[in-house]
């Protein structure tokens, strides 16, 4: 007997749910499957929005499905529909346009919105955004950002969070001039301490972009810009907001399903009911920052299993991410603890290049480290940290990507493809090691897009593409 299985939210971790479901059930003789979704087309990589507004990237680009996914692989989808209520006792979820589905096991993965903060002037009396705002969170936002930022146009970017300072970098690099406001004394507070935060302003300032830290917007004058908390004021045409997101949990809240920041999960993500589960941005587990694709992928997978009865054993863990900002001319990496109590800190600053790393020590194994302008620092203390391995002795020269901790390595860098162990995280977005690219490389899958195709690395934020592309090189050259 088939399950219905409904997924409200067709966004990136409902895209994904439904195709891990079809993986696992190709001819749909375990798994009747509806996805609905409010947004108009089909799904798309947000991730890559960024990229869309840099210019570097088309929207043509971003799709993760095309027209005929649906068809292809037996899903009922709905595009433009949202879901306005679910009643759990009869198992059924009532539509906007007023018709019924039902279901056996339901999958909320309805993602997150953009935080409007109380500012006069930025929300009109219906509580709509007003002319000349736009916050950055959908397709449609980037098009309404690209068509009011005329070249040349003063922008205000309110938050200096990594998006916020995503969306400055891209507009700054199309010409525009872009002024960052942001609350805190320093930038992207939840990832960098104050001295990287000071040494990342330096370097975007560099690269055009004005900021005001530790201030605060009192009110939006439509055609005129921002009035800030210290009287001073931003000239501005259009204003990106971009101050955090919250999750999406109205539907379960009403629902009576248990909700925190997100609709609360287990590690099987199932939520206060049983045949409820939450993936993606909307969903709250113990062991996860939200707000990220690799922790939805890793969900829908899990999801997957659970419901198809692929594996019942499947359960979610928790993923150690990476946060990386996206902008041409700077890199960035943060990832693990922040809180120094207890550890050994090495940290080296060099603001006039750009250049700042600090690493966190714990049981001489990498427990949390930012970098910034050292790319191949920032390569080796990732796979560092991934494996949970033994730091080498001179831990400074690590911090300078001079350090060797290849497991073979004797004087090479270790972003040598060579020097990376089987089990190295290639592709952080879908979870892709060195050793699945080298199996699929030898079944046939020697250059990018095949590789691509074959383990779906690359296809996340597009950050890993230079390092397949390495290992697709590094074995030609050596088979
Ligand atoms: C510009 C930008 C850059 C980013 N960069 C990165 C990055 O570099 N790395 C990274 O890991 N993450 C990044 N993220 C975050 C990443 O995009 C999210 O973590 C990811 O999209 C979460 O997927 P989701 O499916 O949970 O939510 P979403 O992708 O937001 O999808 C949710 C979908 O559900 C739909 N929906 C909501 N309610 C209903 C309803 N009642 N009925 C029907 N449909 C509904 C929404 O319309 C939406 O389409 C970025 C985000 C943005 C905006």
Redesign the pocket.
């Known amino acids: 007997m088939t399950r219905n299985v409904v997924v409200?939210?067709?966004?990136?971790?409902?895209?994904r749910v439904a195709e891990e479901i079809r993986r696992r059930d190709a001819d749909g003789s375990r798994v009747t499957l509806t996805v609905?979704?409010?947004?108009p087309y089909p799904?798309y990589n947000?991730?890559l929005?960024?990229g869309v507004v840099a210019g570097t990237m088309s929207t043509d680009s971003v799709w993760l499905h095309d027209s005929e996914w649906a068809k292809e692989n037996d899903v009922d989808l709905r595009l433009g529909?949202?879901?306005?209520r679910i009643d759990r006792a009869a198992r059924r979820i009532e539509l906007a346009d007023g018709s019924i589905v039902d279901y056996d096991a339901l999958v909320l993965?309805?993602?997150?919105a953009p935080w409007m903060p109380p500012v006069e002037g930025l929300t009109t009396e219906t509580g709509e955004v007003a002319p000349g705002v736009v916050a950055?969170?959908?397709l449609g936002d980037c098009e309404r950002i690209l068509d009011a930022a005329k070249v040349g146009a003063p922008v205000a970017v309110l938050g200096g969070g990594?998006?916020g300072l995503?969306?400055a970098r891209g507009l700054a690099g199309r010409g525009n001039l872009v002024t960052v406001v942001h609350p805190v004394g320093h930038l992207m507070e939840r990832q960098l301490d104050a001295e990287g935060g000071r040494v990342l302003a330096e370097t975007l300032r560099g690269l055009g972009i004005e900021f005001r830290l530790g201030a605060t917007a009192a009110r939006y004058l439509p055609g005129d810009g921002l009035k800030l908390d210290d009287g001073s004021y931003v000239q501005a045409d259009l204003v990106v907001v971009s101050a955090g997101v919250r999750a999406?949990t109205?539907?379960a809240r009403e629902a009576g399903l248990a909700v925190d920041r997100g609709v609360l999960v287990d590690d099987s993500l199932r939520t206060s009911d049983g045949r409820v589960f939450a993936?993606?941005?909307?969903a709250q587990h113990p062991g996860t920052v939200?707000?990220?694709?690799?922790p939805?992928w890793e969900q829908a997978a899990v999801v997957a299993d659970l419901v198809t009865g692929e594996n019942t054993a499947a359960r979610y863990r928790g993923t150690p991410?990476v946060?990386?900002l996206?902008a041409r001319g700077v890199d960035l990496a943060a990832f693990g603890d922040t809180e120094t109590a207890g550890a050994e800190v090495l940290s080296v600053s060099d603001s006039t290049r750009g250049r700042y790393a600090k690493l966190l020590v714990r049981e001489e194994k990498v427990a949390g480290a930012i970098v910034l302008g050292l790319p191949d620092a920032a390569a080796n203390l990732t796979q560092l940290y991934d494996r949970g391995a033994r730091l080498p002795e001179d831990k400074l020269a690590l911090l300078l990507g001079r350090a060797l901790p290849g497991p073979d390595a004797a004087g090479t860098p270790s972003v040598n493809p060579a020097n990376l162990p089987a089990s190295a995280v290639v592709c952080r977005?879908n979870s892709v090691t060195k050793g699945r690219l080298v199996e699929q490389w030898r079944a046939g899958a020697t250059d990018l897009p095949a590789l691509a195709a074959a383990t779906r690395a690359t296809t996340?934020?597009g950050g890993c593409a230079d390092a397949v592309r390495g290992i697709a090189g590094w074995l030609a050259e050596t088979s």
């Open positions: 409200i939210g067709y966004g990136m971790a409902g895209a609905l979704g409010s947004e799904a947000r991730v929005l960024s529909t949202t879901v306005d993965a309805t993602g997150a950055f969170r959908s990594l998006l995503e969306a999406d109205a539907l993936i993606g941005d909307c939200s707000g990220l694709v690799q939805a991410v946060t990386r996206k977005c996340g934020c």
